[in-house]
């Protein structure tokens, strides 16, 4: 038994020593998200004050967010609340009405410019346009705009849509919201491989996880060849989604824990740090 203890002290210790490192992984990932899809609209702002609707997003620990709002000033009052936190995009909706019709609305340039003084916004979005609609003159200079001061669009559009915002700002991040939903993940191998500045936002992106919730293979292996063109979101949308963050940010949580630690990471934050936290 002796001339195996050695043996067994030393399975022992990098048992252990795997352990820590797993147990490392987790702690580290675990409080740190930086998240690409949070909105604080008008129809939370007296139940949630910017304050507190910081305060939830770091007792998830979502250390910095990408925050846009209906109307925008929404995002202004998050980002005046925690400036080291919030990453405000800028949405293009005067009101909820206007989500219907800013893309044909001769007078959006003008407001995003004025809106643009306001704070230091990243970019445009999470705006909804569809089809050919995403090539309105208003569209057109609306990415000029985005190309003229160096920010993101994150456009929620079909299939068609994004194809022409990529065709229309090739140099620029397109983040696609929700992936596209239910796009085919051939479609965003294509669109991966050949535009270099192209995005994936993956809140409520159909079809990553089977029935046991887990990654499908198909995406596992997706997400872990592209890992650094990936972002992961919340998307708070309505009321709802605010008092469900708890739940929401653990379910993504338990997807990304199922990849590799650099894939986890990069998706969980990297990725948000590199394209809106880094200093040039």
Known sequence: MRKYIPALVFLLSFC???????????????????????????DVWESLPPDQAVQ????????????SATPTEG?????????????????????????YLWFKDPTTPDYIRDHLKRV??????????????TTTDVMIEIVNIAREQGLALHPHTDITGIHNFLRLAPDIPVIWAHGGFGAPTSLLTQLLNKHE??????????????????????????LTKYKDRFLVGMDTYKPSRWADLPEIAEESRDWLHQLPP??????????VERLFLRTQ
Do not use: C
């Not at 230091?120 to 609609?133: A, L, Q, R």
């Not at 650099?262 to 990725?271: C, F, Q, V, Y």
């Open 197 to 222: 500045h192209f995005y994936v936002e993956l809140s409520l992106r159909e079809g990553m996880l089977d029935d046991n919730g887990d990654l499908t293979p198909e995406w596992m292996e997706l």
């Open 75 to 99: 995002a202004e009052m998050m980002y005046k609340a925690a400036p080291d936190v919030v990453i405000p995009f800028l949405r293009p909706y005067k009101n909820i009405r206007h989500r």
């Open 120 to 133: 230091p916004y990243k970019g445009f979005g999470e705006f909804h346009v569809f089809g050919e609609d």
């Open 262 to 271: 650099d894939a986890a990471t990069l998706i969980a934050r990297g990725n």
């Open 16 to 42: 252990n020593s795997v352990y820590a490192d797993e147990m490392q992984y987790a702690n580290d990932l675990e409080p740190i998200i930086y998240d690409a899809h949070i909105h604080y609209d008008w």
């Open 56 to 67: 939830m997003l770091k007792d998830e620990g979502i250390e910095h967010a990408i925050v």
